[in-house]
Each structure stands twice: as C-alpha cells, then as structure tokens.
C-alpha cells in the first residue's frame, strides 16, 4: 500500500478513531462519511473508542498473506468493539488461546512492510483481556 | 421485456495452461460457443466479457476490445465489447448484462463470456490480487487471505449450528466425484474424507482439499431472442430469470457472518422473477469456492433449512441421483475456479444438463437448473434460472 494511502487513514488506525451518527447513535469504525440507516438524514462525527472488545469470529492463518510469511501462524479475527462496531484485526498470542466470545483489548503493533527497504505500517492488534475474561 | 434463449455454449479446458495465453483461451471458447450455436460472428451485436483481473494477472486491461479484435470481430465489423467486473461474480454479470440487452431489444445476437488466466504469477501474487476482492484498507491490511475470510465464515457456521470438518470435506469428496466425470475438470481425482482431514491446513478450519484452486479458463455463450432461437438450434435453453444483488464488501459489517445476505436477496429475485420455488428446481451450481461456501449457498437459496446444509450434504442428498443434486461439473473446488471465467462455465454446465448432453454425470429429466456466482467473501451475488421449456 502507498504511503499517501496509509498515512491518510493513520489517526484512525493508531487511535481507532472512527465516525458517530448523531441522528440514528450507531457508531462506524472503520469511519464512514454516509450511515447507511440514515444516509442524507444523517450526522456524521468524529468519535474515538475506548479500545476493548470481544471476539465474533476467527481464523488462524497458515497459509499467509504476501508480506505476513514471518508472523504465520496467525490468528485474524472479527472483533465487536463495546461501543457496536465491528472490524477486522489480528489477535496477537498462542493461536489455541483464541476464541469466539474471547474479551480483547488494543495494542499498537506493526502491521506489515511494503518490500526490504519499505515503509513499515503500524496500528492496532488485539491482545486477551486477562481480566476480563 | 423479451424472452431471452442460449442458443450456444463453449468451455475450454479448466487448469494450468502454461502453453497457452489469455487471448489464445478466451478466443477457443468465444469461436466455439459460436460454432455450437450456429451463427456466424459477424452477426453478434454485442460481447459482454466477465474479467476479474486481468491487470493484476496478466498486465492487460482494455480487455473487451482485446477480445473483439483477436476473435476477428473488430478490425472490419467493430462489434462493440465491454468488460464487466465483480470479482470471483464477473462471469454471473458479464451474462445479466447480455441477456438485459437481448431481453430490452436493444440487441439481438450477443455473447456474454468470461476468462481468467490465472496461473502465469506465482500463487503469492495470485492470492494477493484474489485479496483485492476484499476489503484492501480494512481486511487485507490487517493479513486476511480469501481462504482466511471464509475460514471465519466457517468458524461462525460451526459455531451457531454445530457443522463439523466432516461435513465440509463431504462438499470436497462429491465435488470431486462429479469432477471425475467432467472432461473439462483441473482434478478428476476422486477423494476421501481423510483425505480432505489430512491436507496441510490453509486457514483453520479450512484445508488445502477445502479450497478452490488457482485456474486458468475461459467460457462464452450465446443468446438470442427466444422467439427466434428455434432458427438456430434444436434445443434452445431459456433464461427465466436473472437477479443481482449486493451487500457490504468487508465480511464483518455483515448482518449476519454465517449467511450471504446477498444470495438470499438474489435467490428471492430470481424465484419471483422466474415465478418458481426451490422445489421447482432439479439442478444447481454454486459458488463452491471453499466447502462452507456451499453449505452456506444451499441454505441461503433455500434448499435446507438455515444451518442444515452440512448434514444435508453428508447424507448423500446434494450428489447426482439425490434430491437436489450440486455442483454436477465438480464446482469451483474440482472443476476450477478461473474467477472471470466461472459465472458462465455454471450457465454452460446448466445448459448442457438441460440439454441432456451431459454424459455420465447427467442428471435424469433435468427441466430446470440454477446457478449461483458470487463475488468477494459475498458482497455480489447473481442468481440465474434456466429452464428447457419456455
Ligand atoms: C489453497 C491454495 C492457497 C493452495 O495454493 P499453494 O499452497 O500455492 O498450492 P500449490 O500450488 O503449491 O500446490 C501444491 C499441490 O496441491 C495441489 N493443489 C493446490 N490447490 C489445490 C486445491 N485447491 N485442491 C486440490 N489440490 C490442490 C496442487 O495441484 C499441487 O499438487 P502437486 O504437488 O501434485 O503438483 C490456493 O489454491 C488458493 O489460494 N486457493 C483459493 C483460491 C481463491 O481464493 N479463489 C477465490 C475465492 S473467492
Ligand atoms: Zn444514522
């Protein structure tokens, strides 16, 4: 991914920021301009999320991704934030840890690299709440 | 809106074709599908191709002109030809957009087809451009691969409605089977459950043997008003429906992880269009591009009650000779799975089926089929119905 494209999206990234819909009160992260329940009725704002969540679903990844050979075997997940969203992000302990249901919060992680010489992209990874769960 | 008919059909082989290029493919089955149906190029009016990725497979965009030109149909005649692009769905809509033209009167001879050419990048830099069928900002930037994606769609089945490895590989073993009959297949090997169990693990739950592979492959047809396909062809097989839908392009602002919201809304279409029920239907091809993806797409086109599909399958009821018989050309798991290419080469499947030209794996009395594509982790569907009586 290009630099520009990366670093547009960086605020969100680092510090989950995404969007609030003050008409309809769903929140949207990753950041949406247009709620698709209220489309031109809606007013969208920024909002930044607490960080903790809960595991909807997973995998563990062998086969990886160009760019993610050294982490393999990873675990993707679908994570539901606390305040409703839901996205997707790497869960980042012993795979067999990880389940659905599994309360996680943030951490900052690299994510990847474009090539050798490339730019290295940071964001957020999840990690077990251990007192939560 | 006019009847719309097929009134000729082509698959190239499905496979690794390292002799044999993009053009060289997609022309073989153009000029055979129009060989079938007895018409002569230059009275096409129109080419539809379906082409997820030609850019990131081949370096070639400008797709449809390149077809039009080496099939012979651009440098005196100027047919005009358009690209028609939905990921792994672009075959399902390169053929709703010809028969829109057709059924509308806008154009009367018109072929839909489709092409991928899969295999000349190694298969890091194939799954990569697959992966741009998801979200690249918010899926693929995080390390999600397309098996990845279905492998927590099969993790959510699994969860909600207790399906086992089993039952997918069952999807795998009668894939296979079918494929074994089906000249056109990339694997004509039959397998077992173990087998299946005992393949290097892709995406967990998903093995290797859950997977559709890398293919290279091409298929075309041709339609015409029904009112005039009898001109052509003996046995002309009629388009009763064709229905579209979207939903949201990330897996995880789905409404629901374990059902493709956009395959229900399209099966709904096709069958209100077609003024049919699932039971009125003897033969379907689905979007098999892992194991879950079947069980989920008999569910959602209404075939077995939600969360039943794994079971149905393992008893046997989804084979040729069952109730309601899946994926009789292997599917995308045996047969292949050329992304643009697959759309088509399900109608051409129907269409041999209904024709009763499909050999030992036909399907008796055959009156009606269905095909299901499907583009992404779900976020297209296209449903179409074809029928052997008008
Ligand atoms: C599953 C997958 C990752 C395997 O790729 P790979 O690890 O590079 O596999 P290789 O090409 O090295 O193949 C290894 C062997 O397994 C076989 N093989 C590969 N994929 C296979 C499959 N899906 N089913 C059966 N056998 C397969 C190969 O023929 C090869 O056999 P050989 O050693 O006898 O020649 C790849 O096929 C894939 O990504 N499939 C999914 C495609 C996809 O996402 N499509 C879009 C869906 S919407
Ligand atoms: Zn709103």
Request: aromatic share 6%; net charge negative.
């Amino acid at each position: 991914m290009s630099v520009a494209r990366f670093w547009r999206k960086q605020i969100n990234r680092y510090n989950i920021v995404g969007t609030h819909c003050k008409t309809c009160d769903t929140h949207y992260y990753p950041p949406r301009n247009v709620c698709p329940k209220c489309r031109r009725d809606g007013d969208i704002e920024s909002y930044k999320f607490a960080g903790p969540g809960e595991v909807v679903t997973y995998t563990i990844i062998h086969t990886a991704a160009e760019g993610f050979e050294m982490q393999a075997p990873y675990a993707l997940a679908i994570i539901e934030l606390d305040e409703g969203p839901r996205f997707t992000s790497q869960v980042v302990c012993d795979p067999v840890e990880v389940s659905i249901g599994l309360r996680v919060k943030p951490v900052f992680r690299k994510l990847g690299e474009s090539g050798d010489k490339g730019m290295i992209y940071y964001g957020t990874k999840y990690v077990p709440d251990n007192d939560r769960n | 809106m006019r009847d719309v008919a097929i009134i000729g059909v082509k698959n190239t082989n499905f496979g690794e074709m390292w002799d044999r290029s993009f053009r060289d493919i997609v022309v073989e089955a153009g000029v055979g599908a129009i060989e079938d149906s007895g018409i002569s190029g230059e009275k096409l009016d129109g080419m539809y191709v379906g082409n997820m990725s030609g850019g990131q497979f081949v370096e070639q965009e400008h797709i449809g002109a390149l077809i039009a030109d080496y099939s012979g149909l651009s440098l005196d005649l100027h047919i005009p030809s358009t690209r028609v692009e939905a990921a792994c769905a672009s075959g399902g809509l390169a053929f709703r957009q010809a028969v829109m033209a057709v059924a509308s009167g806008h154009e009367d001879l018109v072929m839909a087809a489709g092409v991928e050419k899969m295999t000349d990048v190694s298969s890091t830099a194939a799954s990569a451009a697959l992966a741009a069928a998801a979200d690249r900002e918010w899926e693929g930037i995080m390390g999600a691969t397309f098996p990845g994606l279905y492998a927590m769609i099969a993790k959510m089945h699994m969860h909600q409605y207790g399906t086992t490895s089993e039952q997918l590989a069952a999807v795998a073993v009668k894939n296979h089977k079918n494929g074994s009959m089906n000249p056109i297949a990339q694997y004509k090997n039959l397998i077992t459950v173990d087998n299946v169990l005992n393949s290097i693990m892709v995406a967990d739950p998903l093995h290797i043997f859950d997977c559709s592979p890398i293919t290279d492959g091409a298929s075309a047809l041709v339609l015409a008003p029904a009112d005039i396909a009898h001109e052509y062809t003996d046995t002309p097989i009629y388009v009763k429906a064709t229905a579209q839908a979207s939903d949201t392009i990330a897996l995880h602002d789905r409404r629901d992880i374990a059902t493709l919201d956009a395959s229900v809304a399209a099966g709904k279409r096709a069958y209100e269009m077609a003024k049919m029920t699932p039971a009125d239907i003897d033969l379907v091809e689905v979007h098999d591009c892992f194991t879950i993806a079947e069980i989920c797409a008999i569910e959602d086109l209404g075939f077995v009650k939600k969360g039943l599909g794994g079971k149905m399958t393992e008893d046997g009821e989804t084979a040729i000779g069952g109730k309601i018989p899946v994926n009789t050309s292997g599917g995308l798991k045996a047969c292949g799975h050329p992304v643009g290419a697959t759309g088509i080469k399900q109608l051409v499947e129907v269409t041999q089926q209904l024709r009763g030209d499909s050999g030992p794996r036909q399907v008796d009395g055959a009156e009606v089929g269905m095909t299901h594509n499907v583009g992404g982790s779900g976020a297209t569907a296209v449903v179409n119905i074809l029928a052997r009586k008008r």
